[in-house]
């Protein structure tokens, strides 16, 4: 480009708002100071995808089951959302086998991917609440999506 247009313009005047705030994930929302007290008392869970491409062994999906108390996160692949319920219920077993608990509060977004008899049916039989939020508010599920978008941006 010419630099002798641009010789009487202020470096400031070519600030772009629009630049800055395309950077920014959303607003900052109050962080909350509430933590469970024992592991497994409160899971949060989010389903991420489609991946634009799948992996090596055919995965677009993936699912991650964070504790409220310790912050372990588990994830889990799927070739297909339909998985979800099956790794859902393998998840819980295996928690209630290995660490000798029930999940006795499950806190995920309003997605339709999760509401269907089978998964109402299995949570109401094991005695697990469910607690839904807004669909899209970070701010509601933020830590399953903040979980999400960490693991994307590292890998």
Request: with cysteine.
């Amino acid at each position: 480009m010419s630099p002798s247009l641009f010789s009487k313009e202020f470096v400031k005047s070519f600030k772009c708002d629009v630049y800055q705030l395309a950077k920014h994930h959303c607003a900052t929302y109050p962080l909350s100071n509430t933590k469970s007290i024992h592991p497994f008392d409160l899971v949060h869970f989010d389903v991420w995808g489609p991946a634009s491409n799948s992996s090596i062994s055919g995965t677009k999906w993936f699912v991650t089951f964070i504790d409220d108390c310790t912050c372990v996160t588990r994830i889990f692949l799927m070739k297909e959302k339909s998985e979800f319920l099956t790794l859902f219920v393998k998840f819980f077993h295996m928690i209630k086998i290995q660490f000798e608990k029930s999940i006795k509060h499950l806190h995920f977004d309003n997605g339709r991917e999760y509401i269907n008899h089978d998964m109402s049916k299995f949570l109401f039989k094991n005695g697990v609440v469910h607690e839904f939020t807004w669909v899209d508010t970070a701010q509601q599920n933020g830590i399953a999506k903040r979980k999400n978008r960490h693991f994307l941006e590292v890998t």
